[in-house]
């Protein structure tokens, strides 16, 4: 039977300074990166993921790429580099599903990443995946349901016992963050914007302001 996970909040960027701005605050389970954020980082993924490391984050996806033997080549060399902060992205396709299987096999923590479908997520969980990551915001963009999508990954998983952990990704906005978790994904990734904007409603502002103005009152009083 799936064990019950806390919920996860992962970041989805290569940008070390912001995620260390905001791993200090204890609520950073992981980092999901990919090549395109690590472009934009315009920085060397190998010191990205050890300068994450050095930071003690314990998991950090990192993509590979190329046909399964190449996945499976750099991904075993990642995993040796860096050890258990160690998570192979590899993408749903035939080769990243080989790769997958024998990464996993070995030991090795993998995310099957470019989910789109339930189906794919069940091929993804019987490679041995320890994470499947829907794509929310780009099926929404395809003018399907993206949490609907997640719903019917958890739904098959609960009904078959099966352990691998749904990871969501390209998230857009904090309201799909809430009901993300409420039908069940174990982790969430998302931008720092995304994260950032959990911290805020307009009743906590105008509250906090009621108490400073009340506080400030009785100390001058």
């Not at 809430?178 to 931008?191: A, C, K, N, Q, Y």
């Given at each position: 039977?799936?064990?019950?996970?806390?919920?996860?909040i992962?970041?989805?960027?290569?940008?070390?300074?912001?995620?260390?701005?905001?791993?200090?605050?204890?609520?950073?389970?992981?980092?999901?990166t990919?090549?395109?954020?690590?472009?934009?980082?315009?920085?060397?993924?190998?010191?990205?993921?050890?300068?994450?490391?050095?930071?003690?984050?314990?998991?950090?996806?990192?993509?590979?790429?190329?046909d399964?033997?190449?996945m499976?080549?750099?991904?075993?060399?990642?995993?040796?580099?860096?050890?258990?902060?160690?998570?192979?992205?590899?993408?749903?396709?035939?080769?990243?599903?080989?790769?997958c299987?024998?990464?996993?096999?070995?030991?090795?923590?993998?995310?099957?990443?470019?989910?789109?479908?339930?189906?794919?997520?069940?091929?993804?969980?019987?490679?041995?995946?320890?994470y499947?990551?829907?794509?929310?915001?780009?099926?929404d963009?395809?003018?399907?349901?993206?949490?609907?999508?997640?719903?019917?990954?958890?739904?098959?998983?609960?009904?078959?016992?099966?352990?691998?952990?749904?990871?969501?990704?390209?998230?857009?906005?904090?309201?799909?963050?809430?009901?993300?978790?409420?039908?069940?994904?174990?982790?969430?990734?998302?931008?720092?914007?995304?994260?950032?904007?959990?911290?805020?409603?307009?009743?906590?502002?105008?509250?906090?302001?009621?108490?400073?103005?009340?506080?400030?009152?009785?100390?001058?009083?």
């Amino acid at each position: 039977m799936k064990i019950p996970t806390n919920m996860k909040i992962f970041l989805d960027t290569a940008d070390t300074s912001i995620i260390t701005k905001h791993f200090s605050s204890g609520l950073i389970d992981g980092v999901t990166t990919n090549p395109t954020l690590i472009k934009k980082s315009g920085r060397d993924p190998l010191e990205v993921y050890q300068e994450l490391k050095d930071l003690g984050l314990q998991d950090i996806s990192m993509e590979v790429v190329g046909d399964a033997d190449e996945m499976i080549k750099e991904g075993g060399g990642l995993a040796l580099t860096f050890g258990k902060c160690c998570t192979v992205k590899v993408p749903c396709s035939v080769d990243g599903l080989k790769a997958c299987k024998e990464l996993s096999n070995a030991g090795i923590r993998v995310n099957v990443t470019l989910i789109f479908s339930q189906v794919q997520a069940i091929l993804a969980a019987k490679a041995g995946a320890k994470y499947v990551s829907p794509f929310v915001g780009r099926v929404d963009d395809n003018s399907f349901g993206g949490i609907c999508l997640v719903k019917d990954i958890v739904k098959v998983f609960k009904e078959h016992f099966v352990t691998t952990e749904v990871l969501a990704a390209s998230i857009r906005n904090v309201r799909d963050v809430g009901r993300l978790f409420e039908h069940g994904s174990d982790i969430v990734t998302m931008p720092p914007a995304v994260f950032e904007k959990m911290y805020n409603h307009i009743l906590t502002d105008k509250g906090l302001e009621l108490f400073q103005a009340d506080w400030e009152s009785v100390q001058s009083s």
